[in-house]
């Protein structure tokens, strides 16, 4: 061969491989950008912080708003603080998601998410955060760009020799990226190739379009530390109870070594592996001069306070932020709910909130006590049962008590340690004379007549005393209701260090609710049942029960628009209506007496069934059904005479809706759960448009009252025949359809219950000590009990029953069962208003009557009543003095049973 020809092939020979390099590199090439192209496709934009906009957190703040008169009926709100503007100093024109609320202007009574997240900016995470969880996950964060090699080398090295996973080599970009892959993948967390490419994708274009502390940014809010917390400011609160602003060495060093596995360094699910991890750390930080070796030192040695998870969404009423819940669902759908964090504020009270459980449940149990003790929970059979019976009871006790547990510096969760860490000196200063605690029968002494108890690692003593009302006839031993090994619920009555002492309890079978609201319709409490954990249904608001006696303020009120007046006279005397299912109806009162002529005021404050009969029939069962319907009733009314005695089925919240009509004048209002509601940005999306109060200006000239057709009053007797008279104006107005009644009308009908208050069924409210006015209500057989009643600024109602619609018990009225538990919560309702009367309208005037005859009497006369009329409706003829019949104001309450 030539030298020529091996030098052409030596020539072709490199051409050839040079092409094949160039190809096989645009091969490379094209295959690479495919693949980027592949593994990039719906990759999180993440070019500014900006669009960062992780789940988050709708949140529910009470703010008490509270009206000072009776006439303040439009509503306040409290401004709530809003959240800053730049998450990111370095990021000008970035928004976060509202930050928490501070001040004393609100209070968080419910959350709803599917991860527990409070954004915060960078500028607001405590430098020690940034330096412990660098020191922990990443250490050359600050000087790589994305990706660390030696790291991912080392971690391999030492998860081959451990045989399992030691050691993470991800950078915190990349634990970033890993975080907002896994959602939008929705939660695929396998270590798959492909995921990794992306995950590697992602990191370099974070790092490329962000600075190293708005990535730092994105880590500490967006990284899962456990207990369903996501974000420092989230964890912090969740674990040690406060802002991560407060947080301390320690602290951030327990915190930084959960991001591996939250589950496995968990303080309180593994408290020994947490703290070792707390320790490693604490020394990273130190070699990273972070700390010195003192504050490292002081750090490993502190105890930390860490708390239990606390159910806030039932912290003050599970049935109240359900509700909100509920609405929030319906009107904006689950995703706005659990991940674009709105921000919803009530006007309702945290305090009464927890007033409202604390009476509805003292109140049902005093219920339940009346039908008598159904056993203890469970009998324990051995002192192993007992001892960790005992031991669960004593850790319950700290964590209700304290909140937290203290995690020792040898890694336990420490009941003592917390103990002398909150300044108690006893076990019994764990115990409040306001709680219901667990216990165990120890020991009964039929001689003493005690019974011995532990609850917790308390001991306490059992009286018979308290345990009388157990069985018919009374016990005259314990024995005869305890034994030893029995679980049991108990109250203490008496807290020292050297003894305590307690009373029998049971958890009620009884159900009952509560439902308050002021005059401007600000729901200020709700409780729709004894225990929201056993049973989340609402009987505030989805239960459906007959009122009974508190349905007759609504007949009364029809009767005194239609013509009657507090002095008009029925004829309370036997009589027997036909009926054509049931035959022949003779219906009676309460008391199983008749009282002959009986004013329209003695009827409603006796709450007398015979004269609200003939009432009903006098204005007719039709225009009664439309009047309750104008009143705000939607229930399906029976068509026949027992609407009288309220057979129709009413929840309470609507039914107390219907009652403040009266303190507003005649202007019906409805219930307001919430004030405002907004997105994450602060854009408002809904909120509480209130109608405007009544302006009393525009009835100062009130409609004449005019002859109603020549209608007389129903059933008169002779010699006491007040003018049959009605309005001339049409109710609902035309040009404010809010306005359904008269304000005359409405005073009269409040004035009368106020009256029933002071004189008839509803007299233990007058304990309130201020002006006050309501009715009782029982239906047949004591299956249901109510009392509603108001004052000048707030409206409350109280239904005590079972589920299942049988009888409470006997006796069981609505005075007795419901009343107790509206005086103990409208005690605290009330205080933050101004002690005043009802406000009186225009063409209202005060007559002195005899409470029999309804006929005028002196004002000196020691048996006058100051009633409330319609101008022009008053009485004109003169009771006889010293008539044979009357009966002083005191002889009143001899038959207040209803």
Same mark, same amino acid.
Do not use: C
């Given at each position: ?50 669009? &960062? ?236 001069? &972070? ?608």
């Amino acid at each position: 061969m030539t030298d020529e020809k091996k030098t052409h092939g030596v020539s072709w020979a490199i051409r050839s491989l040079f092409i094949l390099m160039l190809a096989g590199t645009l091969l490379v090439a094209l295959l690479g950008g495919v693949l980027y192209w592949h593994f990039s496709q719906n990759l999180p934009e993440i070019i500014t912080v900006a669009d &960062y906009r992780p789940l988050t957190v709708t949140r529910i703040y009470a703010t008490g708003s509270a009206a000072t008169t009776a006439n303040d009926l439009l509503p306040k709100t409290v401004p709530i603080p809003q959240p800053s503007a730049s998450p990111v100093a370095l990021a000008p024109g970035a928004v976060a998601p509202a930050a928490i609320p501070s001040g004393g202007n609100a209070t968080l009574i419910g959350e709803f998410y599917k991860e527990r997240r409070y954004v915060i900016p960078y500028d607001k995470i405590p430098e020690v955060v940034v330096q412990a969880f660098i020191s922990a996950e990443d250490d050359t964060f600050f000087t790589h760009q994305g990706v660390n090699v030696a790291s991912i080398i080392r971690a391999s090295i030492a998860n081959a020799k451990a045989g399992h996973v030691v050691q993470g080599g991800s950078t915190i970009t990349q634990q970033v990226a890993k975080s907002l892959l896994i959602a939008p993948e929705k939660g695929i967390a396998e270590k798959t190739l492909g995921r990794k490419i992306r995950e590697l994708i992602l990191s370099s274009r974070i790092e490329h379009n962000l600075t190293k502390q708005q990535i730092l940014y994105l880590y500490l809010n967006q990284i899962y530390l456990g207990h369903g917390a996501y974000g420092v400011q989230a964890a912090t609160n969740a674990y040690f109870a406060k802002d991560v602003s407060k947080i301390t060495i320690a602290e951030a060093a327990m915190l930084a070594g959960m991001p591996q596995a939250p589950g496995k360094y968990s303080p309180l699910l593994s408290p020994k592996r947490a703290k070792e991890r707390q320790l490693y750390v604490l020394r990273r930080m130190y070699e990273n001069k &972070y700390i010195t070796q003192t504050q490292m030192t002081e750090a490993a040695g502190q105890g930390l306070h860490v708390y239990e998870e606390e159910d806030l969404n039932g912290k003050y009423s599970g049935y109240l932020t359900e509700h909100i819940r509920r609405h929030l669902v319906e009107k904006f759908g689950d995703k706005a709910v659990y991940e674009d964090g709105l921000i919803v504020t009530t006007p309702a009270s945290a305090d009464l909130m927890i007033a409202a459980r604390k009476n509805l449940r003292e109140g049902l149990r005093v219920v339940d006590k009346r039908t008598g003790y159904r056993g203890a929970l469970k009998h324990l059979k051995d002192d192993q049962e007992i001892e960790k019976e005992l031991k669960a009871q004593r850790t319950s006790q700290v964590n209700k008590k304290l909140g937290y547990q203290v995690l020792t510096p040898d890694g336990k969760l420490d009941p003592i340690a917390s103990l002398k860490s909150a300044g108690l000196a006893n076990e019994s200063d764990l115990l409040s004379e306001d709680e219901v605690y667990p216990a165990v029968v120890t020991g009964v002494d039929d001689a003493k007549k005690i019974a011995s108890v532990m609850m917790g690692a308390n001991r306490a003593e059992l009286p018979l005393s308290t345990m009388k009302w157990a069985k018919r006839p009374e016990p005259s031993v314990p024995s005869k209701v305890l034994q030893k090994g029995d679980l049991i619920l108990v109250k203490p009555t008496r807290i020292a260090a050297d003894t305590v002492q307690v009373a029998l309890e049971q958890e009620p079978q009884v159900q009952g609710a509560i439902f308050s609201m002021d005059t401007r319709g600000n729901v200020l409490a709700m409780e729709g049942g004894y225990d929201f954990q056993k049973s989340e249904f609402n009987r505030a608001i989805q239960a459906l029960r007959q009122p009974g006696s508190a349905f007759k303020p609504i007949i009364f009120t029809a009767a005194i628009e239609k013509g009657m007046t507090p002095a008009s006279i029925i004829v309370d005397a036997p009589i027997v209506y036909e009926d054509k299912e049931t035959g022949k109806w003779k219906p009676g009162n309460y008391e199983e007496k008749f009282y002959g002529d009986t004013t329209l005021r003695s009827a409603l404050i006796k709450s007398r069934n015979v004269p609200t009969i003939k009432i009903v029939r006098a204005i007719q069962i039709p225009h009664l059904i439309d009047f309750a319907h104008r009143m705000g009733m939607t229930t399906q009314f029976p068509n026949d005479l027992s609407i009288s005695l309220g057979s129709g089925t009413i929840s309470l919240a609507e039914l107390t809706k219907v009652y403040a009509i009266y303190p507003r004048l005649g202007r019906k209002v409805e219930p307001a759960f919430y004030s405002q509601i907004k997105s994450r940005d602060g854009k408002v999306l809904e909120e509480y448009k209130p109608k405007s109060a009544i302006d009393l200006s525009r009835f100062s000239s009130p409609q004449p009252m005019v002859a109603t057709n020549g209608q007389p009053a129903p059933e008169p007797s002779p010699g006491a025949s007040p003018l049959a008279v009605s309005t001339a104006t049409t109710y609902p107005l035309v040009d404010d359809p809010d306005q359904v009644l008269d304000p005359r009308v409405a005073f009269i009908g409040s004035h009368l219950m106020k009256e029933v208050v002071s004189y008839g069924t509803g007299h233990e409210a007058k304990a309130l000590g201020r002006p006050a006015a309501g009715k009782t209500g029982t239906t047949n057989d004591y299956i249901d009990a109510w009392f509603m009643g108001f004052t000048p600024q707030v409206i409350t109602g109280v239904w005590v029953g079972y589920d299942n619609s049988k009888s409470i018990g006997p006796s069981e009225t609505g005075a007795r069962a419901a009343l107790p538990i509206w005086l103990g919560f409208m005690k605290e309702a009330v205080k933050q208003y101004s002690e005043e009367e009802f406000t009186v309208p225009p063409g209202v005037v005060f007559a002195n009557i005899d409470p029999l005859s309804g006929k005028l009497l002196p004002s000196n006369s020691s048996i006058s009543i100051k009633e409330a009329f319609i101008e022009g409706t008053q009485p004109t003829e003169t009771s006889a003095t010293g008539t044979k019949n009357a009966k002083s104001q005191s002889e009143f309450f001899k038959e207040d049973i209803e």
